[in-house]
């Protein structure tokens, strides 16, 4: 499987946010809703870490947009347990195999290129353990014409020796 296909998969993770620790990075009409009953969700608590936080989901999505490896390995924790919204389960193992794989061949001719970038992110930290939120937005183009796809992402970030890597991720494609 390629990693463009591979990353909305690994991601299904992504970023531009500003409201650090709030119940939205973005501004919004509306606040989060409750998919199951359309109910607003009650606002995040403050996140002692969320700028932080913040900047690593965005540097990540930037990186994870263009293959970067490196960032790859450094988002990810070695025991990481990824679901991917297709129903894969996966490690760190696994992921950095497949970027890896990705990065090393040739580009083809008509290489799709795949942006994703984060909404509505909500961060809620209890220590050194964050859950981080969003939706995950990724736009494809193929050629001249771009395809945009939505997933809804959570994540378990924990902190180890100062810094913050994914443990958990859970990824669904939304309709």
């Known amino acids: 499987m390629s990693i463009p ?8 993770a ?12 973005t501004p919004s009409a509306s606040p989060a809703l409750s998919p199951e009953k359309n109910m607003p969700l009650p606002p995040a608590p403050p996140a002692p870490d969320g700028a932080e ?9 930037a990186g994870a947009s263009r293959n970067d490896v490196a960032m790859h390995d450094r988002f990810w924790a070695d025991d ?23 990065a090393a061949a040739p580009a083809p001719a008509n290489k799709e290129e795949t942006i994703f970038t ?3 992110v909500r961060i809620q930290q209890y220590g050194n353990t964050a859950i ?12 001249e014409k771009t395809e945009v796809a939505h997933y809804l992402n959570s994540g378990t970030f924990l902190k180890r020796d100062g810094k ?11 309709p």
Request: with cysteine.
């Open 5 to 12: 296909r591979l990353l909305p998969l690994l991601l299904a």
């Open 14 to 25: 992504s970023l531009s946010c500003s409201a650090f620790g709030q119940s939205s990075a």
């Open 53 to 61: 936080l913040t900047k690593l989901l965005n540097d990540f999505l």
């Open 80 to 102: 990481l347990i990824y679901t991917a919204s297709a129903g894969r389960r996966i490690g760190k193992a696994q992921i950095m195999r497949e970027v890896r794989e990705e």
């Open 118 to 120: 984060a909404e509505d």
């Open 132 to 143: 981080v939120a969003f939706r995950l937005v990724g736009t494809t183009k193929k050629g």
């Open 164 to 174: 913050w890597q994914v443990v958990n991720w859970q990824a669904t494609k939304m």
